[in-house]
């Protein structure tokens, strides 16, 4: 079920980029609204590190096998 978008290269590197699904993406949305309403923001406007796998956890249930792990991709996504 990955969905990775073209690789590119970046010097000597070559990198993938995961492209995210709208499944993914809405997903993650109510992932995050239940979190802001539960108070896993810190008062700076980013999340509290215990919410970061909170995420995570609630992804693989959702979408299990999806393989999205707090880093890179959802830490890449939220800073987006």
Same mark, same amino acid.
């Given at each position: ?10 010097? +000597?590197? %070559?990198?993938?980029? *995961?492209?995210?699904?709208?499944? #993914?993406? &809405? ?16 008062? +700076?406007? %980013?999340?509290?590190? *215990?919410?970061?796998?909170?995420? #995570?956890? &609630? ?22």
């Amino acid at each position: 079920m990955e969905s990775r978008g073209p690789s590119h290269t970046t010097g +000597n590197k %070559t990198c993938s980029r *995961r492209a995210w699904t709208k499944d #993914e993406e &809405e997903a993650m949305l109510n992932i995050l609204d239940v979190v802001v309403a539960n108070g896993g923001q810190a008062d +700076n406007g %980013t999340f509290k590190s *215990r919410s970061y796998k909170f995420i #995570e956890n &609630e992804l693989e249930k959702l979408l299990p096998g999806s393989g999205l792990k707090v880093y890179p991709h959802i830490d890449s996504k939220i800073r987006i």
